[in-house]
């Protein structure tokens, strides 16, 4: 495999990932600017939202995929910039092992409107990476770092000395910040 080789592949993906957040810093900067006009904001806000779609997404599906850790933090860096980090725990943890099957939020059923499958695979891919999150943190006690939903979760068990372990008797607290550190 060519890619395995030539690490220029690599390389030109690291450098997206760079390039994403001085973009994203540079489009903050401008929106700063009083004199802009409502064209050049509706123009700047349009660029940096393609650049969240097809850098943000796309390259971060492509680290999301590897196994060094580093690269999937880029890949979860690169989700943040479009505010979608969900996607690293469902498209890995659910489409992967769901994939063309009704309980793939991320297929398409046949003959579905483009319309349909928005409202179906927007909320449901969120909601399926909160599901996979909370099972993940309830079958493993510990204290999880990070969600890639952006939220941090607590576990904290509320169960009388004799009772056995089940995924009832764990409370998930939800914590606003950090988001890069789930596996």
Known sequence: DILKVNPVYDYILYAVV?????????????????????SD??????????????????VAHELGHRVNFVEQLFAKSLLL??????????????????????????????????YRFWLQTLPGTYLSAWHIAVADATITPKLATASTTAAAYINVDIRNASDTRTAQDTVTISIAGAGLLYD
């Open 18 to 38: 760079v390039f994403q957040f001085v973009a994203l810093w540079l489009f903050l900067k401008s929106m700063l600017l009083t004199e802009v006009s409502l």
């Open 41 to 58: 904001t509706v123009g700047r806000v349009i660029a940096m939202g393609l650049l969240c779609g097809i850098f943000g997404i796309n």
């Open 81 to 114: 910039t479009s505010l979608y980090m969900h996607f690293f725990i469902e498209h890995n943890k659910g489409h992967h092992k769901h994939v063309a099957t009704p309980d793939d939020p991320s297929t398409a059923k046949l003959n579905q409107s483009l």
